[in-house]
């Protein structure tokens, strides 16, 4: 698969993201539900941690990748949501951290929301990936 990002400006690429991608060549895809600081029971984890939540969140990403038999170089689109914009936005180095070493910086929306499905989550990430 090959990616070719898309930026008629280049703010967003300071933020970790492209404001768009063209694929050429992807055969599969998968489509992840978002994934949340919940443990292999589904228990919420780091009560009101948000960087804690973001590491767990994309821990649990990496393993549904895994288990497709991708991993995040391979994710093309994400949806990210946070019940604190704010204290999101103070974290996403790990956002770096996780798809830097990939060389990937795909297309995202940040959306603050007033609560997620179990009481206690600040953070969701759902994406889409390619192969």
Known sequence: MERTAVNPWDWSIKLG?????VLDGATRQIICAGQTA???EGNPQHPGDMRAQISLALDNLEAVLKEAQLDLSNVIKLGVYATDVDE???NFD?????????QVAPPMTLLGV???????LL?????????
């Open 38 to 40: 919940v443990d292999g």
């Open 114 to 120: 007033t609560r997620l499905a179990a009481p206690g």
């Open 94 to 102: 790990l956002m770096g951290m996780r798809f830097g070493p990939h």
């Open 88 to 90: 999101a936005l103070k």
């Open 17 to 21: 993201y492209n404001q768009a991608e």
């Open 123 to 131: 953070f969701e990430i759902e994406a889409t990936a390619a192969a």
